[in-house]
């Protein structure tokens, strides 16, 4: 009989988060070694909180994705902004995959973060079905809200922490995506017996070096131009207003910002670029999963950024690996775990967080030297082949496989 794996997360293709992309390329290789797995998601419509072209928000609908046998559920949809609608929308998913859940039947249950209302429905339908449970901790949710300023401290941020500590006792194991995560967890008592980390990494299979596409460049406007380039979510940790601010005093006109993708700031940053009169960035919308590539093959620097703070020092922004899969040199301004990857694999600079004049000389450093460029780009090479996604589900599949022996 085949081992059934129940996975629950609010991101899943056509939407291209990371945690979508994750959860996907995890499964799509179970599946290749014989696993039945189910999904339990919502309708696509992040970060623009817009259901996507082809669904509708409805109570259930079954789809095949890959082999991947996809339910997708009911939940009140919002865009990626506002932390009462955000909730309301976690609540509702939380709420529609339980019920769902209650009727699939499963050797063991996934719920991911990075918000935990998903954790608190895997942690009820665990009690329920008498099935293991798996939580993945992508985010340390609630504190990172506090760390962004979307709530101060309150009554309603302690009952959730309290929510938090639950979930990690209850699981029956915890797989985060980093070491210091792991760590952190550690010092909030839980067992480090029960925590194993499986980072991030990257489809080799989708993502690898290539000609730069020459006619989107062109088709851009962009033709000869070094090209710094953003893909991803717009939002309140990703503090692009800063690097928005740095554009305005950059005074070489070969160099142009691109950024694509959506999210809560969005609106915000297109006014800060119009306000500040930017003729060297462009600013564009999220494109499907397929385009990504064509449009990381243009850019000369990969840019990652996220707010100054210590919780960001626990995190690695999964930019990191599909950029070095695709031999672009980073240019970084996260500390801590992140920074010691790209330092390790000389696969980039860093600089530091929303400090512009290192931002601005770590620039020129990958630009004006040609020998450092290219061994940035030997560098990346390695960082990918040690974060294949192919090795990276198969670590996770191991640990499922221990708490749920392969029956005959």
Sequence with gaps: MRKRILFLTDNFPPEVNAPATRTYEHCCQWVKQGYEVTVITCFPNFPKGKVFEGYKNSLYKKEEINGIKVIRVWSYITANKG????????????????????????????????????????????????????????????????????MNDNIIIRYFEKEEKWCYNSASHIVVVTDSFQKKLIEKGISAEKISVVKNGANMELYQRQPKNMKLKNDLGLEGKNIIGYIGTHGMAHKLDFILKCASHQNNNNIHYLFIG????????????????????????????????????????????????????????????ESAAMGIPMLMGVEGEAKGIIEKYHAGVCFEPENEEDFLNKQK????????????QIGCEKLALDFDRKKLAAKMLEIITTLVPTKG
Excluded at 87 to 92: C, K, P, Q, R
Excluded at 101 to 109: A, H, K, R, T, Y
Excluded at 365 to 376: G, H, I, P, R, W
């Design 365 to 376: 450093q990958l630009l004006d030297d040609t020998a450092f460029y290219a061994e940035c």
């Design 83 to 150: 932390f009462v609608k955000r909730t309301l929308d976690f609540i509702s998913f939380s709420t529609s995959s339980f019920i769902a859940g209650l009727f699939q039947n499963c050797d063991v249950i996934i719920a991911t973060s990075p918000q935990f209302f998903t954790a608190l429905s895997g942690r009820t339908l665990s009690f329920f079905k008498n099935k293991p449970w798996i939580m993945e901790v992508r985010d340390l949710w609630p504190e990172s809200i506090k760390t962004v300023g979307a």
């Design 262 to 321: 959506d999210g809560a700031e969005k609106e915000n940053l297109l006014k800060i670029k119009d306000e500040l009169h930017l003729t060297n960035v462009t600013m564009l919308p999220s494109v499907p999963k397929e385009q990504v590539k064509e449009y990381l093959s243009i850019m000369d620097i990969a840019l990652i950024n996220l707010k100054k703070s210590d919780l960001f020092t626990t995190v690695i922004p999964s930019k990191i690996f």
